[in-house]
């Protein structure tokens, strides 16, 4: 009998992941489970325990009857996501660790990991599937589309995807769930992890002020009126609606946009005078962007798509955009859209979409009004 393949499963103790391992050694791989610790400060805190998450993992190793391994990451994550994640934000820059997670963590040192256990695939609860084609592999976006990540892995290449399965990117969330309890999974219930383990759902502002120095300055309305005082640059995105500590200008003549108690929005950040601008009303012009350029691109198919017409995401859970993308488009690329953009966010990632096919994408430098 020939051997069966080896994959190795990057268990995170989530159940997507789970019903992943579940799916392969269902279908006659011999299943690894890994574990990954990406983070080691203050992880014993209320906000992020990968030990509870360890040992939901292991849990669910023990049901499905596979190995599981503990790996510890931590210092590759430091130096290879955290490190760019504060000196992006330390620039004004309102970054995306989980893009750079996926490039740098888990599809390179997990990767690397696997092939020495003598691993031929390896396997991640992520939403998205590969697709072979012509000799090349495409990633595509999972077949839900409320839960797909492809904007998450489009700076995958062709070596990293050639050696990875997406086994739930073609189930929807309810199937995996009404899986993970058919097979009485302990984790079936577990709920969503939401944001990047080393924040989890503590108050950001606090986690980034251990690491950023805070430099209070003025907020100023469209008609540069101080109305407020920031807390730091570093500490805000554009488009933040939350967290702003300013009200409604009872003044008269404060009412462009929508009255003197609509919302408040970050729609500018000058890094120079150190000042944050804020406008009211979600539909204002200063918060609506007709094109973009970006670098560091990545593209999956190891060169740029040809100038045309394609759908875009500036940002995870939108809808796909209409865009056209100019010519030169390698290292950095430039994006027009007939639909004006809201709240294009410099160092979030810019990700085009032929249809179902994710093609790449990069970091955005500057949005044009």
Aim: overall charge negative; some cysteine.
């Amino acid at each position: 009998m020939s051997r069966k393949p080896r994959v190795v499963v990057g268990l995170s103790g989530g159940v997507d992941s789970a019903v992943s391992a579940y799916l392969l050694k269902q279908q006659g791989y011999e299943v690894i489970g890994i574990f990954m610790k990406n983070w080691e400060d203050d992880d014993d805190s209320e906000y992020c325990s990968s030990n509870e998450d360890f040992v939901d993992a292991a849990a669910v190793a023990d049901v499905i009857g596979i190995e599981i391994e503990h790996v510890n990451f931590a210092a590759d994550y430091k130096d290879r996501v955290f490190a760019e994640f504060l000196r992006e934000y330390q620039a004004g820059r309102t970054p995306n660790p989980d893009v750079l997670c996926n490039a740098e963590i888990k599809f390179k040192a997990f990767l690397d990991h696997a092939m020495r256990l003598g691993a031929e695939k390896i396997a991640t609860g992520h939403y998205a599937r590969v697709r072979e084609r012509a000799g090349r592999f495409e990633l595509l976006k999972g077949l839900d589309d409320t839960k797909d990540q492809s904007y998450f892995l489009h700076r995958l290449n062709q070596a990293q995807l050639g050696k990875t399965l997406f086994p739930v990117g073609e189930l929807r969330k309810t199937e995996v769930r009404r899986v993970a309890e058919e097979i009485r999974l302990p984790n079936a219930k577990k709920k969503d992890s939401t944001g990047i383990c080393f924040i989890g759902e503590r108050p950001f502002r606090e986690f980034l002020n251990r690491y950023i120095s805070k430099e209070p300055g003025p907020i100023k309305d469209e008609r540069g009126r101080v109305i407020g005082q920031h807390q730091g640059l570093s500490f805000y995105t554009l488009g933040q609606r939350q967290g702003l500590g300013i009200g409604g200008i009872k003044e008269k003549g404060a009412q462009r946009g929508g009255g003197e108690h609509a919302p408040w929005f970050v729609a500018r950040k000058d890094m120079e005078k150190n000042t944050l601008w804020v406008v009211q009303g979600h539909d204002h012009p200063w918060l609506l962007s007709s094109a973009l350029d970006a670098d560091d691109a990545s593209w999956v198919a190891g060169e740029a798509p040809q100038p045309g017409t394609y759908g875009s995401k500036t940002r995870y859970r939108q809808a796909d955009a209409d865009c056209t993308l100019a010519s030169g488009a390698s290292a950095a690329f430039h994006l027009d859209f007939p639909q004006p953009q809201w709240a294009v966010t410099p160092g979030q990632s810019a990700v085009l979409y032929d249809g179902e096919v994710c093609l790449g994408g990069g970091v955005i430098s500057t949005a044009a009004k």
